[in-house]
């Protein structure tokens, strides 16, 4: 073979290895669009701000002005916004996912009447959730105790004899409570984290304020549920208080405060919250705000019918504090 056909079958060779080596980089490319993959995240262009972005993930209950839930949406429907400024949603999907979840309950000398009914309604909310849960009972008077064996558990007898440790005396340090709590739910194994804290009264041995405790709950990506278990013939200013601060600390988080009129009540709501919590969208976003400065952003989710019927309401967090350059957040 002269060297004029050797250059040609060369060239040939050359094309027919770039045909191939495209193909395969259009099928991978394709494949990965197929399975929904998602982009990598944005990462900060300086030499010295270079850490990836965490994603905001958020978890949103949508229902409609009747309050009925609104399930099945499609990712179109949502919009949300972070100070203002609109993201671009990486996830939008509904999913009953399972939850690690701390039962915070009261245990002061005010509300050892009323134990017996609370702990039956814990244990409905445990056996109305997903049974892939795991969960954990907190204690609290004057100071607060992790009261089940095996720490996180989904063993009902576990989570039964915890709650059964009823030593009603004291004050109550809700505050302490929720803060230990959302620090022991760092442990937990499950991505979505739940607090369900029941309490009959204000807050009177806590070392930490409500607008600390608030801050630590906007810290964290941790969902709380309150049940005020109030008397009926308990009113004033104290009472007040004490409502406010249950609804200040659920709101913090995306989740909502109860109050009902009688301790039985109790069990019927255990059960609409584990409902909630089981017909939550999860949202997630890579902020379009790279800066690692730990600022409080505002975030705001909108939803639309997709059947023309306007905007519905859309309860999720309010916010959360970006984090710091360095730091480490569970």
């Known amino acids: 073979m002269n060297a004029k056909a ?6 040939a060779l050359s094309a027919a290895l770039i045909i191939v080596a495209s193909a395969c980089v259009w099928t991978g490319g394709a494949r990965a669009q197929q399975i929904g993959q998602a982009p990598p995240p944005p990462t900060k262009k300086k030499a010295d701000l270079s850490t990836t972005v965490d994603m905001v993930v958020l978890h949103a209950v949508v229902i409609d002005k009747h309050g009925t ?6 990712a179109g429907s949502f919009r949300a916004f972070e100070d203002k400024i609109e993201q671009q949603l990486r996830v939008a999907k509904q999913e009953d996912m399972p939850v690690s979840v701390g039962l915070v309950i009261d245990n002061s000398g005010s509300m050892h009447d009323k134990r017996a009914k609370v702990n ?3 244990l ?13 009972v907190v204690n609290f008077n004057d100071d607060f105790y992790i009261d089940t064996q095996g720490d996180f558990t989904s063993d009902m007898k576990d989570m039964k004899d915890a709650l059964e440790k009823i030593d009603a005396r004291g004050s109550t340090a809700l505050y302490d409570a929720i803060i230990g709590s959302l620090d022991h739910l760092k442990k937990a194994h499950k991505d979505k984290r739940v607090l369900l804290v029941v309490t009959d ?3 009177t041995a806590s070392r930490t304020t409500l607008a ?3 801050e630590e709950v906007q810290h964290s990506d941790v969902l709380i549920y309150a049940v005020g278990v109030f008397a009926k013939d308990e009113k004033g200013s104290t009472v007040r208080r004490a409502r406010k601060a249950l609804e200040d600390l659920a709101g913090a988080s995306g989740g909502l405060a109860y109050f009902p009129e009688e301790v039985s009540d109790t069990t019927e709501i255990c059960m609409q919250i584990a409902h909630d919590i089981r017909n939550q969208y999860t949202l997630a976003y890579y902020p379009s705000n ?12 909108e939803a639309n019918s997709p059947n023309g019927g306007g905007k519905l309401v859309v309860r999720t967090r309010p916010g959360y504090y970006a984090k710091l350059t360095g730091t480490k957040h569970n």
Not at 6 to 11: M, S
Not at 124 to 136: H, K, M, Y
Not at 290 to 301: I, S
Request: aromatic residues 14%; without cysteine; neutral net charge.
């Open 6 to 11: 050797k250059l040609v079958r060369f060239a």
């Open 69 to 74: 839930f609104i399930n099945n949406l499609p």
């Open 120 to 122: 039956a309604a814990a």
């Open 124 to 136: 409905t909310f445990v056996q109305s959730s997903n049974p892939n849960d795991e969960a954990f």
């Open 201 to 203: 009264g204000q807050d």
């Open 212 to 214: 600390g405790t608030i």
């Open 290 to 301: 790279f800066k690692l400065d730990g600022t409080f952003r505002t975030v705001q989710v």
